[in-house]
């Protein structure tokens, strides 16, 4: 059985900084890329970052310089560290995994974690 299972999220004032974590099982972690998405109300889910199989590490944009991903394969899980939260962070985040294979594709995806930035 395969899972993704987000944690961290919580309410938070603008400026602050939280922690989210993604623990894994049911897959070889090592093997795939893994992101964090977010999807905020009334919008479409979007890529906020994402740490591969190879060690590469990419961002969106909006997040680069104030949130980081990292990975501990020994651990089976992925991080998001975000930093200068703002209002419109507010949203529920989601971890992903992908595998690209020789006979196809797989995509993990997690049931998310809200965060919300208020003051």
């Known amino acids: 059985q395969v899972q993704l299972v987000e944690s961290g999220g919580g309410l938070v004032q603008p400026g602050g900084s939280l922690r989210l974590s993604c623990a894994a099982s049911?897959?070889?972690?090592?093997?795939?890329?893994m992101s964090w998405y977010r999807q905020a109300p009334g919008k479409e889910r979007e890529l906020v970052a994402t740490a591969t199989s190879a060690g590469s590490i990419k961002y969106a944009d909006s997040m680069k310089g104030r949130f980081t991903i990292s990975r501990d394969n020994a651990k089976r899980t992925v991080y998001l560290q975000m930093n200068s939260l703002k209002f419109e962070d507010t949203a529920v985040y989601y971890c992903?995994?992908?595998?690209?294979?020789?006979?196809?594709?797989?995509?993990?995806w997690g049931k998310g974690t809200l965060v919300t930035v208020s003051s």
């Open positions: 049911g897959f070889i972690f090592s093997s795939y890329a």
């Open positions: 992903n995994a992908r595998g690209r294979f020789l006979l196809g594709d797989m995509d993990y």
